[in-house]
């Protein structure tokens, strides 16, 4: 199968597309959807950062990197 090329959009296109890719990709839009889940992970996280030093030192790690990609 060819991949068609990509067309130019109109600027109501555009603006529509960059509407949708703007609501649905907040860094943190499950946590709405799933608000109970959101607060287990949060306490699991909580426990896992409060005992164990390589624990918070990964998770912060993690976050860190998470951040830098986002900011692209």
């Not at 860094?27 to 996280?45: D, H, K, N």
């Not at 426990?47 to 624990?55: D, H, R």
Request: hydrophobic share 50%.
């Amino acid at each position: 199968m060819e991949r068609q090329a990509a067309q130019p959009l109109n600027p109501e296109d555009a603006k529509a597309r960059l509407r949708a890719v703007a609501t649905g990709g907040q860094a943190l839009s499950w946590v709405r959807s799933y608000p109970r889940e959101g607060m287990l992970v949060a306490f699991i996280l909580g426990i896992l950062m409060g005992a164990s030093s390589s624990a918070r030192q990964a998770l912060v790690s993690g976050l860190v990197a998470l951040l830098k990609r986002s900011r692209l």
